[in-house]
């Protein structure tokens, strides 16, 4: 399979109802929150079709009914993530701009959808896939600059795409890993907390927050550590009240802020965070989900970086004691 879990020989696309691979010869793919030997495999062409005719019958009520057949399984009702979630948001751009090829607002939609796809795997990215980010980033916020020239007051949805625009240029430029790289994020973050703040958006000022504390906290030093704790914690408990504990974006800024928490000394807390979130993530997302593979693989670090601490402790206090113990038979 090109990403997800391995399917069982008698697995069958739910949507053509045959096995094995399809006319281009690309194996069956499953990659949301289906679970079973069999269940919730599809062609990706399968996929394409059943979204266009979807979005094809919309009605015109809610932009949601008409983008979610591309973004969310309709069995499990989860995002698609990996390279399934990037493949059927290109085919969704593809769509619309045959179906709609004069409509800014339809192409934005899409290209947010793209966007997402690629933002929610943009550690994981070949550096050819993050520049398609960075300019599907750039494209998104050409296309609302000029939705507001027509109409300056725009929904508040085309406002959070574009703060969602800035979080992904503000995280490319940090994944460089330089002093100025994170620099530049800063800036891309503060004008993400600029259009939550003119919204209004109390989740997104709060994302904003935690990622200019993130991103300041690789060239500072001293307070801002406790600013970081601070802002990522409030993050994580406004997702808590606001998403629920099973939302998949409440298992992310719960994650973040247990890693932070492990920086700050506090590995006691981080571990009890992490155990708590990879539970409820084993149950709402399922065992292989990437969501679930991430909160494990943090679990597993922390754990190994406590473990290599108390052997140094150990290797010290053996070492003093022999120490002193050839002192006292001197």
């Known amino acids: 399979m090109v990403e997800g879990e391995a399917c069982d020989e008698e697995a069958v696309c739910y949507l053509?109802?045959?096995?094995?691979?399809?006319?281009?010869?690309?194996p069956?793919?499953?990659?949301?929150?289906?679970?079973?030997?069999?269940?919730?495999?599809?062609?990706?062409?399968?996929l394409t079709d059943y979204a266009a005719t979807k979005s094809k019958a919309w009605d015109g009520r809610g932009m949601n009914l008409f983008r979610n057949p591309w973004l969310l399984c309709p069995s499990c009702n989860q995002v698609y993530q990996n390279?399934?979630?990037?493949?059927?948001?290109?085919?969704?751009?593809?769509?619309?701009?045959?179906?709609?090829?004069?409509?800014?607002?339809?192409?934005?939609?899409?290209?947010y959808v793209k966007l997402y796809a690629l933002n929610s795997m943009l550690n994981r990215l070949q550096p050819v896939q993050k520049r398609e980010a960075g300019v599907t980033a750039n494209v998104l916020l050409s296309m609302i600059d000029r939705m507001k020239v027509d109409a300056p007051l725009l929904p508040r949805r085309y406002s959070q795409?574009?703060?969602?625009?800035?979080i992904t240029h503000g995280r490319i430029a940090f994944a460089e890993g330089t002093g100025e790289s994170a620099?530049?994020?800063?800036?891309?973050?503060?004008?993400?907390?600029?259009?939550?703040?003119?919204?209004?958006?109390?989740?997104?000022i709060a994302t904003a927050k935690s990622n200019i504390a993130l991103a300041k906290s690789n060239y500072e030093v001293g307070n801002n550590n406790d600013e970081l704790l601070k802002a990522s914690r409030e993050l994580y408990e406004m997702c808590v009240a606001e998403q629920g504990e099973g939302s998949k974006l409440t298992i992310h800024a719960g994650k973040?802020?247990?890693?932070?928490?492990?920086k700050a000394n506090?590995?006691?807390?981080?571990?009890?965070?992490?155990?708590?979130l990879l539970a409820i993530s084993k149950q709402v997302l399922g065992p292989h989900h990437s969501t679930t593979k991430s909160v494990?693989?943090?679990?597993?670090?922390i754990n190994f970086i406590t473990f290599i601490k108390y052997s140094v402790f150990v290797c010290i206090l053996i070492g003093v004691m022999a120490m002193l113990y050839q002192l006292a038979k001197s």
């Open 16 to 26: 053509c109802l045959d096995g094995g691979a399809d006319d281009a010869g690309q």
């Open 28 to 46: 069956l793919r499953r990659d949301c929150a289906c679970r079973g030997t069999d269940a919730g495999f599809v062609h990706l062409p399968c």
């Open 83 to 111: 390279e399934l979630g990037i493949d059927i948001a290109t085919e969704f751009v593809s769509f619309v701009r045959r179906q709609y090829p004069n409509d800014t607002r339809m192409q934005v939609e899409s290209l």
């Open 161 to 166: 795409m574009e703060a969602f625009a800035y």
């Open 183 to 204: 620099r530049r994020a800063v800036t891309h973050f503060e004008k993400e907390l600029e259009v939550s703040e003119t919204i209004g958006d109390d989740e997104g």
């Open 256 to 262: 973040n802020y247990a890693e932070i928490l492990q």
């Open 266 to 276: 506090r590995g006691g807390e981080a571990r009890e965070l992490l155990t708590k």
């Open 296 to 301: 494990d693989n943090a679990l597993i670090w």
